[in-house]
């Protein structure tokens, strides 16, 4: 089983859509969690943390669900901007390397 | 630098030939991961430096991958003997150690082709 598991979709909305993500982990000793985006053949870049209390920015809204491992994305009245790959990302806090650990992405394409 | 620079931004090899990959971090930061991201995957983690240690390299998938840092700033990522999976896109971020809690900068990586 992989440490950070997506659903790689590709995930095809219209414009102003709302659409959601999920993103499961393995490791319970999980403390970090971040969302970040990757355009096609660019470096991913950190899009959000998310917080246990749940944290927006935007049209974005990220949650973390501890007790079932499990991390969410929400995003509101996409743009065709929004298309991308979302990559879910933890850091153990049994790592003193802050070593993160990707799931494989899951691609948005934001239609006209 | 303002960023992290990675050279070159495309390498393309003749098999078995050996090859060199560098990464300059962002300033002042000590902590630097090299990544790798082949066509159509998640980024595999390959090794970590905190200043010029390497405290896990854990990642490295062969004795063929080495890794330096120098100055606690520029590393050095070589692939000896260079096989056609080894074609990937390689990736570096740097960190502040006390600040990887939100998250790293990454290069623009290096596309590296094997033929």
């Known amino acids: 089983r992989k440490e950070v598991e997506q659903d790689p979709g590709p995930f095809n909305v219209p414009e102003g859509a709302t659409v959601a993500f999920n993103c499961t982990y393995s490791?319970?000793?999980?403390?970090?969690f971040f969302w970040y985006r990757q355009d096609c053949r660019k470096e991913p870049k950190l899009l959000m943390s998310?917080?246990?209390s749940g944290n927006e920015d935007g049209r974005f809204t990220a949650q973390l669900n501890r007790a079932s491992q499990y991390i969410s994305l929400l995003i509101r009245d996409s743009k065709l901007s929004d298309s991308a790959t979302y990559l879910c990302?933890?850091?153990?806090?049994?790592?003193?390397?802050?070593?993160?650990?990707f799931g494989q992405g899951t691609t948005l394409q934001v239609k006209p | 630098g303002a960023g992290v620079s990675q050279s070159p931004s495309n390498k393309v090899t003749e098999k078995g030939k050996d090859v060199e990959l560098r990464c300059d971090p962002i300033?002042?930061?000590?902590?630097l991961y090299w990544y790798r991201q082949s066509l159509g995957q998640g980024l595999e983690f390959l090794i970590y430096?905190?200043?010029?240690?390497?405290?896990?390299k854990s990642g490295l998938p062969s004795d063929r991958f080495s890794a330096e840092r120098t100055g606690g700033s520029v590393s050095t990522l070589t692939i000896q003997r260079t096989q056609q999976e080894d074609s990937a896109v390689y990736l570096c971020?740097?960190?502040?150690?006390?600040?990887?809690?939100?998250?790293?900068?990454f290069g623009s990586g290096t596309r590296l082709t094997v033929v």
């Open positions: 990302v933890v850091i153990a806090s049994s790592s003193n390397t802050g070593k993160l650990i």
């Open positions: 300033s002042g930061h000590t902590a």
């Open positions: 490791n319970s000793a999980s403390q970090s």
């Open positions: 430096f905190q200043g010029n240690s390497a405290p896990d």
């Open positions: 971020a740097s960190s502040l150690l006390l600040t990887y809690s939100r998250g790293y900068t």
């Open positions: 998310v917080y246990s």
